[in-house]
Antibody, heavy 117, light 111 residues
Framework: EVQLVESGGGLVQPGGSLRLSCAAS????????MTWVRQPPGKGLEWVTK????????FYVDSVKGRFTISRDNAKNSLYLQMNSLRAEDTAVYYC??????????WGQGTLVTVSS | QSALTQPPSASGSPGQSVTISCTGT?????????VSWYQQHPGKAPKLMIYEVSKRPSGVPDRFSGSKSGNTASLTVSGLQAEDEADYYCLSYGGSNSFVLFGGGTKLTVL
């Protein structure tokens, strides 16, 4: 059974940093593109970033470029999202998901990030 | 990077059919087959329902179908059931500039 479990969310002040993790199991993690998608409270889904199998191709939505960094450790079956210079508008539930040709088959349960003073 | 346009709400009675539209441009929806649809119940993670415009993943009922005409993709739910009440989101590849675009979401109500 495929499982994706996010962790690392919480309350952080504007300008602060947070690192999210996503632990994967039940599939060959190293063979899969991975992505982060976020959802502000009561609002729609927004794609944030994606990374290829080797970790050397990364793409970001414009609003997080230069502030967020996606990475992965295939030996640990783990995906990460380092978030710096956080803003109030980054407040959202962050989901990790698998990706194949812009289709997201499997999703984690999400972790809530709240940016507030 | 503009979102794709979906109606905010849709509704139908049990047993009826309802279609949700997802309008983009000739640079995203109109240009690629990479359109997918996701169902999200309150407090839950999204679930893939349709990919590559009209393909259904294993386990998704054939009551769910997808299509595309020009710059507009559509999700049709036939034989509506109470459990179909949820939010539905479309996604499209947006090319090298926009990359990944979601629709704003449609709340489907089963009357």
């Amino acid at each position: 059974e495929v499982q994706l479990v996010e962790s690392g969310g919480g309350l952080v002040q504007p300008g602060g940093s947070l690192r999210l993790s996503c632990a994967a199991s039940g599939f060959t993690f190293g063979n899969s593109w991975m992505t982060w998608v976020r959802q502000p409270p009561g609002k729609g889904l927004e794609w944030v970033t994606k990374i290829n199998q080797e970790g050397n191709e990364k793409f970001y939505v414009d609003s997080v470029k230069g502030r967020f960094t996606i990475s992965r450790d295939n030996a640990k079956n783990s995906l990460y999202l380092q978030m710096n210079s956080l803003r109030a508008e980054d407040t959202a539930v962050y989901y990790c998901a698998t990706e194949a040709y812009w289709r997201h088959d499997f999703w984690g349960q999400g972790t809530l990030v709240t940016v507030s003073s | 990077q503009s979102a794709l346009t979906q109606p905010p709400s849709a509704s139908g009675s049990p047993g009826q059919s309802v279609t949700i539209s997802c309008t983009g441009t000739s640079s995203d929806v109109g240009a690629y087959i990479y359109v997918s649809w996701y169902q999200q119940h309150p407090g839950k993670a999204p679930k893939l329902m349709i990919y590559e415009v009209s393909k259904r993943p294993s386990g998704v009922p054939d009551r769910f179908s997808g299509s595309k005409s020009g710059n507009t993709a559509s999700l049709t739910v036939s034989g509506l059931q109470a459990e179909d009440e949820a939010d539905y989101y479309c996604l499209s590849y947006g090319g090298s500039n926009s990359f990944v675009l979601f629709g704003g979401g449609t709340k489907l109500t089963v009357l």
